[in-house]
């Protein structure tokens, strides 16, 4: 079984509480700051702050309404989301179109196709183009009968 330990124990009828009650019944009264008693300027006072209460508790009404009103729903994220994108893909297609002008305009002018010509042989047919360096046999002529 375990005591009761004194430490732990307040007791409320003890000298020092006394001593206390004594000192704060000995405080003067203060009026209109919420202690004190409800007789004379105190209640005028309260009255004053309920009705200052009243008028602010309706301007906060007022403020609410106000901000309710301008609540963004979720029809207006989705139509505010959908604008967005159209506009990005609209400038995104507009700024690929300025680049590819862009590279259009810079492109040198249309210069004429290369053409070679190749020297035509004795015999009429159009001359072998051979890499320098390198040999090619001479073709067979057919004996006539």
């Known amino acids: 079984m375990s005591t009761l330990d ?3 124990v307040i007791d409320f009828y003890s000298k020092k509480t006394v ?3 004594a000192a704060l019944d000995s405080l003067p009264e203060q009026k209109g700051s919420g202690g004190g008693s409800f007789s004379g300027g105190g ?4 009255v004053k702050r309920v009705e200052r209460l009243d008028s602010d508790v309706a301007a906060v009404k007022t403020d609410i309404a106000v901000i309710k009103s301008n609540y963004a ?3 207006h994220v989705a139509s505010a989301e959908a604008t967005l994108v159209k ?4 400038v995104g297609v507009g700024i690929v179109a300025l680049v590819f002008a862009g590279l259009n305009y810079m492109k040198p002018g249309a210069q004429p196709p290369l053409v070679i010509q190749v020297p035509q042989s004795s015999t ?3 001359a072998q183009a051979v890499p320098p360096g390198v040999s090619v046999p001479e073709p067979v ?4 009968p």
């Open 141 to 144: 002529q057919p004996s006539k």
């Open 87 to 90: 506009w990005i893909v609209g």
């Open 6 to 8: 004194n430490n732990n």
């Open 19 to 21: 001593e206390l009650k």
């Open 73 to 75: 729903t979720t029809a």
């Open 124 to 126: 009429g047919a159009p």
């Open 43 to 46: 209640m005028d006072d309260l």
